[in-house]
């Protein structure tokens, strides 16, 4: 387990998704305000349904942009100009090693599929 990629998470993301990835509470119903509470990272949520490229592109440059959803009403902010990418991916990786093994395997079988169709489109 990455203790930098654990520090980053900490630091960045464990006040709104949880110390041990566990989300806010009703996190699937929009708040009073519209927006959706912070999802948990762990296997109850759904961070493990995409793959490395889109999470990483939600954390930089933030959900509504890197899913182009132009009106996405978010708390959470784009990490670009506040982590490197480096730090991200620390931070991702960090996320992806707390999983159970089976959803580690079949994340990476969707990175596969993922990197597959993105490379017979080019």
Aim: aromatic fraction near 8%; hydrophobic fraction near 35%; glycine fraction near 6%.
């Amino acid at each position: 387990m990455s203790s930098r990629g654990e520090a980053v998470y900490v630091a960045h993301c464990a006040s709104c998704h949880g110390r041990n990835l566990e989300g806010q509470p009703e996190w699937k119903s929009q708040d009073k305000d519209g927006f959706l509470p912070a999802p948990p990272h762990d296997e109850s949520g759904h961070t493990w349904h995409h793959p490395d490229t889109l999470l990483f592109s939600i954390t930089k440059l933030g959900v509504a942009e890197a899913a182009n959803l132009k009106d996405y009403k978010t708390r959470m902010p784009a990490f670009g100009g506040i982590l490197t990418d480096a730090e991200i991916i620390a931070a991702l990786s960090y996320i992806k090693s707390r999983w159970p093994d089976d959803m580690r395997r079949r994340h990476d079988e969707l990175n596969r599929v993922f990197a597959r169709r993105e490379s017979s489109a080019r």
